[in-house]
């Protein structure tokens, strides 16, 4: 199975940087979760918070990493940055990832904790949060 197929022609250690990059991002559970939480809807960093159960500065810096990693993007929503899915870049080389994690861990507790608060998760404006 290939999982890279690039449209251009790509040095060999560019590819290499972007896999090592790839498999690193998946290499931690929180951002396992967080992939989990964003293959159910897209989130803001709020959401993520309150759906894991995880500060603010631990959502943000995960979510920089899964984007980095081309697993997901961001779009400003009014006040909120909204984290998704990447589905461009799903089809290429992650394709077979996402899949395979989209179908795997589905009776895992922890992540079905991590849905049940992510279906009472709500977008916190700013004077929500306390200075």
């Not at 989130?43 to 500065?57: G, K, P, R």
């Not at 959502?59 to 993007?73: P, V, W, Y």
Request: overall charge positive.
């Amino acid at each position: 199975m290939h999982i890279f197929k690039y449209k251009y022609n790509v040095t060999y250690f560019t590819a290499m940087k972007n896999f090592v990059r790839l498999f690193k991002a998946l290499s931690d559970e929180t951002r396992i979760r967080i992939l989990k939480v964003l293959l159910e809807k897209e989130c803001c960093v709020c959401e993520v918070m309150q759906a894991l159960d995880i500060s603010q500065s631990r959502a943000s810096r995960n979510l920089g990493i899964l984007e980095d990693a081309g697993f997901i993007k961001s779009k400003r929503d009014g006040l909120w940055i909204v984290y998704s899915i990447d589905e461009q870049r799903i089809k290429s080389y992650t394709a077979p990832l996402i899949e395979l994690l989209r179908n795997s861990l589905v009776n895992e507790e922890t992540l079905l904790q991590d849905r049940k608060r992510l279906s009472h998760a709500v977008r916190v404006g700013p004077k929500a949060i306390p200075k």
